[in-house]
C-alpha cells in the first residue's frame, strides 16, 4: 500500500485519505478546459478487502447506536455541507462540467436526502400487535443489512451518494462507495465531512475504481446489498451479477423522459420549462427532459415557433460564469457520441432545426461543448428517439391525439419521468394513472420526488423492486425481525396456563 501523489486522487478507507494499492490511473479532467487536472486511482480487491475490513470492525457498534444519536450525525453533517457549500460547488463543477447553480442544487437535493435521514428514528419504528393471542404479541423491528455499498454515476457526484449513504447509514449499516471515476472529488470531501461529524471510522468510505472494482464489490461474500445508478446496460450486468452473488440489489439505469405539451397548455411557461429541463446540466440528468410531444399540429407549430427564439438565446458557458444557463458535457468521448447521435438524426430523416455541432467557446477552445440543438419530425422508428443521447439536444415528436401522446412514453423502453402540460384537470388525472412510467409531473418538467417520498423509475429505467431514499430506501437498507412473544399469567390456568416443561 501506498500514498498517492499530490493531487492524485486516493481512496478514503478507515478514515484515512490517498492510499491505494492501485497500479492504474484514471484522467480526471476540467470540462471547462479540457485539459487533465487530476488522477484517480483505479482500485483492486485489495483495496476493497481493507475497507471491507474496517467496515466489519466498525458497524456492529454503529447499528448498537441509538437511533436518535445517528440522527445527530446526519444533522451536524448538514451543518458542515452548508458551511462548505461553496468550496464543494466549485470542485464539483470544475470536474462535472455544470453550472455553479446546478452545482449548489446537486449538493441541496443530496441534503433533502440527509434532513430525512434526521427523522431516522421515527422511520424505523416497526408494527406492534398487542394480545394476538392470550399472553401473546407480535412486533416486528428493522435492522441493518451489515455492509452496503454504492455504485454511482458522474452526473449527480454529490446527490446520489447521498441517496445512498445517507439512508444506509442511519438505519445503521456500514457503506463503501465507489464513485464515478470522472468527478471522484466531491464523494471524498462528503466522506470527510461525515466523519467530522462524528461519524465513527470505517463507517463510510470510498474506494475509486472502474469495472474491476465494481466487480469486486459485487463478488464480495461480506457485501450484503447494492445500489447503483448509471446507464441502462450497466445497471441490468450489476443487477444480475449482484443478484446472483445473493445480494440485495436496486438499479437504476437510463431515461428518455418525454413532455406531453396539451393544446391547452401554457406554452410560454412550457418553453421556459424546456429551456431548463432539456438544456439544463447540458442534458446530463436522467430527469431531464429530452423529447417534447405536441398533441395536435397546430400546437407543434405555435410550440416549435416559440421554441426556436428561446433555444438561440442560451448561453452556453463555462461552470464559473454566472449568466450561463449551461456548461461543457463530461469529457471528449462524450461530446463526439452526442455529436455523433446528432448526424444520426440527420441520416434518419429528422429535421434539424438548431444544430449545435462545432461549437466553440473563445478562449475555452478545447473544452468539451455543444451547442443547444433541436429536431422537428422525429418518429418512434429513429434509433436516435429511441436511445438516450444524453446531451443538449431536444426532440419534438408530433402526436395526433391525446392516445397517441399517453402510447409514446408508455411503449418506449425507459420508463423514469414524464411530464404533461396541461390546464385539463381530467386529462391530467387520466394521463397519471395511464402512463407507464415511474414519475410523472402534472405542470412539473422535472418531476423528481420529494426526499421523503421515493425516486425510481420502471422498465429499463430500473431492475430491482425497491426505490431509492423515502420509505422504500429505508425498506432496502433494512430486513424486517418480527417477534412473537407470549408472557402468560403464570397463576392462570386454561388457556392461559404457563406450562414449563420439565424432563420426564
Ligand atoms: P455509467 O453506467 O457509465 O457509470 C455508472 C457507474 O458504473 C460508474 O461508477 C462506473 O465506474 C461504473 N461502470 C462503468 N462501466 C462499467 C462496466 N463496464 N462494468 C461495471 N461498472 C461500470 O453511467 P454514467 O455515464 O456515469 O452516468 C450516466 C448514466 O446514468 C445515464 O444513462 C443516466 O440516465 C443514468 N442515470 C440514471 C439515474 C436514475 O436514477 N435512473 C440517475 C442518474 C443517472
Not at 412550457?270 to 431548463?276: H, I, Q
Not at 455523433?340 to 432545426?353: K, P
Not at 429499463?460 to 431514499?469: E, L
Request: glycine content about 12%; charged content about 20%; proline content about 6%.
Amino acid at each position: 500500500m501506498r500514498r498517492v501523489a499530490v493531487h492524485d486522487i486516493g481512496h478514503y478507507i478507515a478514515g484515512g485519505a490517498g492510499e491505494t494499492e492501485a497500479a492504474r490511473y484514471g484522467d480526471v479532467f476540467d470540462p471547462n478546459s479540457g485539459k487533465v487536472q487530476k488522477r484517480v486511482a483505479l482500485g483492486t480487491a485489495a483495496d476493497l478487502d481493507r475497507a471491507v475490513a474496517a467496515a466489519e470492525a466498525a458497524q456492529p457498534a454503529w447499528a448498537a447506536v441509538n437511533p436518535q444519536r445517528r440522527a445527530r450525525v446526519m444533522f451536524k453533517f448538514k451543518e458542515l455541507v452548508e458551511a462548505n457549500m461553496e468550496e464543494l460547488a466549485h470542485t464539483l463543477a470544475s470536474e462535472h462540467g455544470k453550472v455553479i447553480a446546478d452545482a449548489r442544487g446537486d449538493l441541496m437535493r443530496g441534503l433533502d436526502v440527509i434532513e430525512f435521514c434526521c427523522g431516522i428514528p421515527h422511520a424505523m419504528k416497526g408494527e406492534f400487535t398487542h394480545g394476538a393471542g392470550p399472553g401473546i404479541d407480535v412486533w416486528s423491528m428493522r435492522q441493518p443489512l451489515g455492509i452496503g455499498a454504492g455504485i454511482t454515476p458522474f452526473n449527480f457526484p454529490a446527490m446520489i451518494p447521498m441517496w445512498m449513504f445517507g439512508v444506509a447509514i442511519a438505519v445503521g449499516n456500514a457503506f463503501i462507495l465507489k464513485p464515478s471515476e470522472r468527478d471522484p472529488s466531491v464523494p471524498v470531501r462528503l466522506a470527510e465531512l461525515m466523519r467530522e461529524a462524528g461519524l465513527p471510522e470505517g463507517i463510510l468510505q470510498v474506494v475509486h475504481g472502474d469495472k474491476e472494482m465494481v466487480d469486486a464489490i459485487l463478488d464480495h461474500p461480506a457485501i450484503a446489498a447494492v445500489s447503483f445508478v448509471g446507464s441502462s446496460d450497466i445497471a441490468h450486468y450489476v443487477y444480475s451479477r449482484g443478484v446472483a452473488a445473493g445480494k440485495r440489489v436496486q438499479a437504476m439505469g437510463g431515461a428518455k423522459n418525454h413532455g406531453i405539451v396539451m393544446p391547452d397548455a401554457d406554452l410560454d411557461q412550457v418553453v421556459n420549462d424546456l429551456s431548463g429541463a432539456a438544456f439544463g446540466s447540458a442534458g446530463e440528468r436522467c430527469m431531464a427532459l429530452p423529447v417534447v410531444v405536441p398533441v395536435g399540429e397546430e400546437t407543434a407549430e405555435r410550440l416549435r415557433a416559440k421554441l426556436i427564439p428561446a433555444i438561440n438565446a442560451l448561453r452556453v458557458g463555462v461552470s464559473t460564469d454566472p449568466e450561463a444557463h449551461y456548461g461543457p458535457v463530461i469529457n471528449a468521448a462524450h461530446k463526439a457520441k452526442v455529436e455523433n447521435y446528432i448526424q444520426m438524426g440527420v441520416d434518419e430523416g429528422a429535421e434539424l432545426v438548431v444544430d449545435g455541432r462545432g461549437f466553440t467557446l473563445q478562449g475555452h477552445e478545447k473544452g468539451f461543448f455543444v451547442g443547444p440543438t433541436l429536431f422537428d419530425r422525429v418518429t418512434t422508428k429513429m434509433k436516435t428517439y429511441q436511445e438516450e443521447i444524453f446531451g443538449p439536444v431536444l426532440q419534438i415528436v408530433r402526436a395526433h391525439d391525446f392516445e397517441e401522446a399517453l402510447r409514446l412514453p408508455s411503449e418506449h423502453q425507459y420508463g423514469n419521468g414524464v411530464a404533461i402540460f396541461t390546464r385539463n384537470g381530467h386529462a391530467a388525472r387520466e394521463f397519471a394513472a395511464r402512463v407507464n412510467v415511474g414519475m410523472v409531473g402534472i405542470n412539473v418538467p422535472i418531476p423528481v420526488p420529494v426526499a421523503y417520498h421515493t425516486f425510481g423509475g420502471w422498465k429499463r429505467s430500473a431492475f430491482g423492486d425497491t426505490n431509492q431514499h423515502g420509505m422504500e430506501g429505508v425498506k432496502f437498507w433494512t430486513k424486517v425481525k418480527t417477534v412473537t412473544g407470549r408472557w402468560p399469567d403464570g397463576s392462570a390456568s386454561g388457556d392461559n396456563a404457563f406450562v414449563i416443561p420439565t424432563m420426564g
